[in-house]
Nanobody
Framework: QVQLVESGGGLVQAGDSLTLSCAAS????????MGWVRQAPGKEREFVAG????????YYADSVKGRFTISRDNAKNIVYLQMNSLKVEDTGVYYC??????????????????WGQGTQVTVSS
């Protein structure tokens, strides 16, 4: 049984930092592109960041470039999202996702293979 379990969300103030973690089990982790997708209240899910299998390349939404960093530890089956200079508009539920194709994560395809349960991030002004 595949599980993606996010942790690290919480309530912070604008300008603060937060690190999300996603622990994966039950899948060949190093074979999967991993990413983070968020959903703000009343809005569609949107791509935040993605990283290829080996971790050599990462991709970001324009809204988070320069502030967020995605990384992965294939030995521990964990993917991270370091979020700096948080803004109120970063508020939402952050989901960890995994797919064989990074493209599917970037476009938030309905066919994305695996999802975590989500962790809430709230940024207050």
């Amino acid at each position: 049984q595949v599980q993606l379990v996010e942790s690290g969300g919480g309530l912070v103030q604008a300008g603060d930092s937060l690190t999300l973690s996603c622990a994966a089990s039950g899948l060949p982790f190093s074979s999967y592109a991993m990413g983070w997708v968020r959903q703000a209240p009343g809005k569609e899910r949107e791509f935040v960041a993605g990283i290829i299998r080996g971790g050599g390349s990462a991709y970001y939404a324009d809204s988070v470039k320069g502030r967020f960093t995605i990384s992965r530890d294939n030995a521990k089956n964990i993917v991270y999202l370091q979020m700096n200079s948080l803004k109120v508009e970063d508020t939402g539920v952050y989901y960890c996702a995994g797919d064989l194709r990074l493209h599917n994560l970037v476009v938030v395809a309905t066919s994305i293979e695996y999802w975590g349960q989500g962790t809430q991030v709230t940024v207050s002004s």
